[in-house]
């Protein structure tokens, strides 16, 4: 059973930073494409970052230069750095693991979908204040 448990979410002035971080299995974390989504409700999911297990990185437009993906294969953990925090980034945050994540053609030209992962975690929430 694979398993992803974000921590990491909570309340932030404009301009801050928080750290999430996503615990998974060691074969996930070493093998699979790992990503953060986001959902604010009555929007659909959207794709924040990605990480091939190759360390190739895919970001969002509106949260490159601010955001960091990376993973720590000794901790089984994957993590979303998040700096210069906007109230448009309050969210719930979503981790995702797939073996295959987006199509190469969509990961040139930064698009991650839901449908790219297979597997989620149950989120947590981040609000940012204005």
């Known amino acids: 059973e694979v398993q992803l448990v974000e921590s990491g979410g909570g309340s932030v002035q404009a301009g801050g930073s928080l750290t999430l971080s996503c615990a998974a299995s060691?074969?996930?974390?070493?093998?699979?494409?790992m990503a953060w989504f986001r959902q604010v409700p009555g929007k659909e999911r959207e794709g924040v970052a990605a990480q091939t297990n190759g360390l190739s990185s895919l970001y969002a437009d509106s949260v490159k230069g601010r955001f960091t993906i990376s993973r720590d294969t000794a901790k089984n953990t994957v993590y979303l750095q998040m700096n210069n925090l906007k109230h448009e980034d309050t969210a719930m945050y979503y981790c995702a693991a797939d073996a295959e994540g987006p199509h190469p053609g969509s990961w040139g030209l930064g698009i991650m979908q839901e449908n790219d992962f297979d597997y989620w975690g149950q989120g947590t929430q981040v609000t940012v204040s204005s």
């Open positions: 060691s074969y996930f974390v070493e093998n699979y494409v």
